[in-house]
């Protein structure tokens, strides 16, 4: 079953060095979806260590449960971000939610 299209909450504003959460969520789709997170259209790599574009990112990104936890924010950090729920059956995605720092 293609999953629907996830409920994503990304926080509005959040101050710098502080931690923010980001949730996405489906549960129609079968098997279970994975989840993947976008900032500004770009994919964040699910271990931001290895990703180049977020060197001076620190965040955990849980591709079973969507949760994408920043441990501390900075100006960089600032986008519009958006999350795709994915299995064997397709894929949907939320609307881009703009999150500043």
Not at 11 to 31: D, Q, R
Not at 44 to 69: E, F, M, Q, R
Request: net charge neutral; glycine share 6%; hydrophobic share 25%.
């Amino acid at each position: 079953v293609k999953p629907m299209t996830p409920r994503c909450s990304v926080p509005k504003a959040v101050p710098v060095g502080k931690s923010a959460s980001l949730h996405c969520h489906e549960n129609e789709g079968f098997p279970k979806s994975t989840y993947s997170w976008y900032r500004n259209s770009e994919p964040l790599s699910p271990d931001s260590k290895s990703s180049s574009k977020s060197h001076n990112s620190s965040y955990t990104l849980n591709p079973a449960t969507g949760t994408l936890v920043f441990h501390a924010v900075h100006k960089g950090d600032t986008g519009r971000y958006s999350c795709i729920a994915t299995n064997d059956a397709g894929f949907a995605k939320c609307e881009e939610q703009e999150m500043e720092v």
